[in-house]
T-cell receptor, first 115, second 116 residues
Framework: AQTVTQSQPEMSVQEAETVTLSCTYD???????LFWYKQPPSRQMILVIR??????QNATENRFSVNFQKAAKSFSLKISDSQLGDAAMYFC????????????FGTGTRLQVTL | GAGVSQTPSNKVTEKGKYVELRCDPI?????LYWYRQSLGQGPEFLIY????????DSGLPNDRFFAVRPEGSVSTLKIQRTERGDSAVYLC??????????????FGQGTRLTVV
């Protein structure tokens, strides 16, 4: 079974600064997908960024980028130029390819953004 | 609809009662997922529908939990003889049927169930 571990329950960053959230996972599969989701107080999970395991190039979406280290099974999220609206819970998630494939989530990291 | 809609937003029920939680997915999405998110945890998979049939119900914790999707659109999660441990946020997500990475799962805002 796949597991996803987020070892930072809480992180804090000052506005306009950069922060990195950590995620490690365990799988015996060679092909899979990794995701970062944001969950604001509204509870709705919002996709931030996604990465295919067979792509060596790290994914980037505007101020959000990942550092994907397949051999180390590490998938960290970097948020640049942090904004107050970035404050939320962030969840790392794993999914196998295929139509009947659910997401396996980590326990989350609460990000605070201070002035 | 424009997004995944879940009703009610909040539900308080007494221990031992029966509850139904509703999910209205995005129109045209054939895949539908239910997740349960306990306090301080990430969402945990409960069940997955492809069309009208449950393709994977391995996450349902016991036989008190049941879900249906009779017409391949709206789904209802049913919990019998509720227990205080069932208190959680129940999230629903829908997506197109393709399993590629570009197939995004869209989540609703969840139903917060409190069993007293």
């Amino acid at each position: 079974a796949q597991t996803v571990t987020q070892s930072q329950p809480e992180m804090s960053v000052q506005e306009a600064e950069t922060v990195t959230l950590s995620c490690t996972y365990d799988t015996s599969e060679s092909d899979y997908y990794l995701f970062w989701y944001k969950q604001p107080p509204s509870r709705q999970m919002i996709l931030v960024i996604r990465q295919e395991a067979y792509k060596q190039q790290n994914a980037t979406e505007n101020r959000f980028s990942v550092n994907f280290q397949k051999a180390a099974k590490s998938f960290s999220l970097k948020i640049s130029d942090s904004q107050l609206g970035d404050a939320a819970m962030y969840f790392c998630a794993y999914r196998r390819p295929g139509t009947a494939s659910k997401l396996t989530f980590g326990t989350g990291t609460r990000l605070q953004v201070t002035l | 609809g424009a997004g995944v809609s879940q009703t009610p937003s909040n539900k308080v029920t007494e221990k031992g009662k029966y509850v139904e939680l509703r999910c209205d997915p995005i129109s045209g999405h054939t895949a539908l997922y239910w997740y349960r998110q306990s306090l301080g945890q990430g969402p945990e998979f409960l069940i997955y529908f492809q069309g009208t049939g449950a393709a994977d119900d391995s996450g349902l914790p016991n036989d008190r939990f049941f879900a249906v999707r009779p017409e391949g659109s709206v789904s209802t999660l049913k919990i019998q003889r509720t227990e205080r441990g069932d208190s959680a946020v129940y999230l629903c997500a829908s997506s197109l049927s393709s399993g590629s990475i570009s197939t995004e799962a869209f989540f609703g805002q969840g139903t917060r169930l409190t069993v007293v």
